[in-house]
């Protein structure tokens, strides 16, 4: 049984409870998100596997995830990096955003999102039991194809997708 780390407002920990059941209840609890750049400023795109408890074939960031309890956030998204997408890069945190998204299936996210970002050239191996596909995009390509087929992506993409991008227009990668 995974279990997911219940946090307040303001990310202190709460408790520990089964994944399922928070997202039952809609309870707040820590997660991450991960972008991935190449060297061409491209950013790289998961769409979803099929069988995804929510949100399945729709496309989002490289890997998003909930650190287990007594793991770091970070050390949760280099490990889920590397078990959908089958790299490690170095990650560093950009931003962090709480949000509540609720699913046709009676699921809600309800989440206090820690955002890092990468830089990764090279092999990418999907798990297929996690990830159907992979693009890379650039950040314009993105911004278009969420305004004229919104429904192709998830829901806390389009809350995280703007903040990234206004990060991405002040760093220099």
């Avoid at 490289?62 to 959908?84: F, G, M, Q, V, Y």
């Amino acid at each position: 049984m995974e279990q997911v780390i219940l946090v307040d407002a303001n990310d202190n920990e709460l408790g520990v409870m089964d994944k399922m059941e928070t997202h039952e209840k809609a309870l707040l609890h820590r997660a991450f998100s991960v972008f991935i750049f190449n060297n061409k400023g491209e950013m790289l795109l998961q769409q979803r596997a099929l069988t995804k408890y929510h949100s399945g074939g729709l496309w989002t960031n490289a890997c998003c995830s909930h650190p287990r309890p007594n793991e770091t956030t970070i050390a949760a998204a280099e490990r889920r990096l590397l078990e959908e997408l089958g790299f490690t890069t170095s990650l560093h945190k950009i931003f962090d955003f709480t949000y509540k998204a609720e699913f046709d299936n009676g699921l809600t996210e309800h989440e206090f999102d820690h955002v890092f970002s990468g830089l990764y050239e090279g092999e990418i191996k999907i798990n297929t039991s996690e990830v159907k596909d992979i693009a890379y995009k650039t950040m314009k390509e993105i911004a278009a194809s969420l305004q004229t087929h919104p429904q192709k992506y998830t829901a806390w993409f389009h809350l995280a997708f703007p903040k990234v991008y206004d990060w991405y227009k002040r760093a220099s990668l």
